[in-house]
């Protein structure tokens, strides 16, 4: 028996190894104002930790130097909206934050804290001669059929975002949430009703699979009553959601989940202040824009013996990417939805020039190739979905890969220009099929040799620029200008050599997948093609030396 019980210890144990749970407080204090308005109080605290540093990034975005203002203005007003829009789902009014009521803490240790100051008109509404607050009322019926559904893109597209910056499977994201609603002065709870359910049970839970889980009880208290939640996110397959047939149930329990009415009497609220409503979207939809670089040189030399060759570029570029996913909705009854991934598409497009440029030097024979890394930079851009802060990461690395066969004694120098607008786009709708665009042109011609002998040299540049979620997931396209001079000793005369530049431009790329998306695009964990090849004979002829 010990032995069993200790093989099991063992066992769990070995499943568990290099599993990390990331957890998160969201405290939220909501008071009833005389004109059944609510001035809210929301908490968020993220312990140090890799999630932490998510929160921090975005954080620092939004204050950075007043030089990026207008960005800056952008990234809260998104955070906002979004937090915003969570509060309309629930009660049907979109609050707008106070003057000076953001305050982000972030001490030495990385602990995370984020109080917002909040405003709701319109949060409680009559109900035959008391009041309510209601929690996915969702308005009237027409207004439910298109709301209900944008609820559920809006906890959907959460959890995919958190499954990709998790990894790995086994690792999960526990939030724990509180929701205290504090009464005028000596209310009374006159009954509590279910919006969807037959009875009103205080419990509810929501079983995505996979680890991923919902978990609400309601406690009724003198002055108000609490609600406290427990969702964690796992990034394994989300099983239930994924299969049509239970994603109905899933859905159904997402949309009875903490939906209920509190009636109350007071003799404190008089006039009711008017509900605000909230501009909600159909899908989640980003575009960035990312200049790298604006003409910069980068080199290397590799030698051999007496001989060396130096491989350069000279590079100008910038690039955008969006990313695109489409959730599809199939009416199973009145207020009942079945879910399917419709559509996930990213695409990357730029304007580069490129120079690369061979310089030989030799004083012996070489038959060899080498390869380096030249550089990598990247730079990070924030974004707000659902409430979660989102990181993109974009990142261009610089590879130098040169083959050279010759002998004897020579200087040979040779570049060209090439321009090109090249645009990718992947996209996932029952299989993976990309669309690629391009167009490539070169100019800039240059040749000089001072010795007649037969050599060959390459020069390869492949660049690859990522546009990373999380630095984890997202697309990638690699483009590889190359230049080639050839000399032929038996092309020219006694003071002649016969000459050959040809180069090129090739793309391909893909895209990564991680957590969820991975799953609900056909458990594919990566796609990758060579979308175009481009080469040409630049120039030939003969040199005279």
């Known amino acids: 028996m010990t032995r069993k019980l200790v093989f099991v210890l063992i066992l769990v144990l070995s499943i568990v190894v290099g599993a990390v749970e990331y957890r998160r407080t969201i405290e939220e204090r909501i008071e009833i104002q005389q004109d059944g308005s609510a001035l809210i109080t929301r908490k968020e605290y993220v312990p140090a930790s890799e999630l932490s540093k998510i929160y921090v990034t975005h954080y620092r975005e939004m204050s950075a130097p007043s030089s990026l203002a207008a960005r800056i203005s952008e990234l809260q007003q998104e955070y ?174 997402l949309r009875d989940y903490t939906a209920f009415q509190v009636v109350f009497s007071t003799n404190k609220i008089s006039a009711l202040s008017k509900a605000t409503p909230h501009p909600v979207k159909d899908d989640f939809s980003k575009s960035w824009n ?39 909705w199939v009416k199973t009854g009145k207020f009942k939805w079945s879910y399917k991934l419709k559509r996930f598409e990213t695409t990357l497009t730029f304007s580069p020039s490129f120079t690369p440029s061979l310089q030989v030097r030799a004083n012996g024979n070489v038959d060899k190739s080498w390869s380096k890394e030249l550089f990598s930079v990247g730079q990070t851009k924030s974004f707000t979905v659902s409430g979660i802060p989102v990181v993109i990461v974009f990142q261009a690395r610089l590879n130098a890969q040169t083959n050279t066969k010759m002998n004897g004694r020579m200087n040979i120098d040779a570049s060209t220009t090439f321009g090109a607008t090249a645009s990718v786009t992947v ?87 991680a957590g969820w998306l991975k799953t609900l695009c056909g458990n594919v964990p990566s796609v990758s093609y060579t979308f175009w090849e481009w080469s040409r004979t630049l120039a030939s002829g003969t040199k005279t030396f």
């Open 80 to 253: 906002i909206n979004e937090i915003a829009k969570g509060y309309y789902f629930l009660y049907n009014t979109a609050p707008t934050l106070v003057q000076n009521g953001m305050n982000v803490t972030v001490d030495g240790a990385g602990n995370y804290t984020c109080v917002l100051q909040l405003k709701a008109n319109g949060f409680v509404t009559s109900k035959g001669g008391n009041f309510a607050i209601s929690r996915k009322m969702f308005g009237d019926e027409t207004l439910a059929e298109k709301l209900i559904p944008k609820y559920f893109e809006y906890e959907i597209d959460a959890r995919i975002f958190e499954s990709i910056f998790l990894r790995s499977g086994r690792d999960t994201i526990v939030t724990e949430k509180t929701t205290i609603v504090v009464l005028p002065a000596g209310s009374q709870i006159q009954q509590i009703n279910p919006i969807f359910e037959s009875a009103f049970t205080g419990s509810w839970s929501v079983d995505f699979g996979g680890g991923t889980s919902y978990k609400a009880t309601f406690e009724k208290r003198p002055d108000g009553f609490v609600l406290k939640e427990t969702i964690v996110s796992s990034g394994a397959n989300p099983s239930n959601l994924a299969d049509e047939k239970q994603s109905e149930i899933v859905l159904e329990k």
């Open 290 to 328: 990312y200049d790298v670089w604006n003409q910069r040189e980068f080199s290397t030399t590799f030698t051999e013996q007496n001989s060396s060759i130096t491989t350069k570029i000279v590079v100008t570029l910038s690039m955008n990417t969006k990313i695109l996913w489409e959730h599809h």
């Open 427 to 513: 996209k996932y709708q029952n299989g993976w099929s990309f669309t690629p665009t391009y167009s490539v042109n070169y100019s800039n011609i240059n040749f000089n040799a001072n010795a007649k002998l037969n050599s060959e040299n390459k020069g390869e540049l492949p660049i690859t620029f990522s546009a990373y979620l999380y630095d984890v997931a997202g697309p990638f396209l690699r483009l590889t200008p190359w230049i080639k001079s050839e000399t032929n000793a038996s092309m020219g005369g006694s003071n002649q050599v016969g000459y050959t530049i040809s180069g090129g431009v090739k793309a391909s790329g893909g895209v990564e997948m």
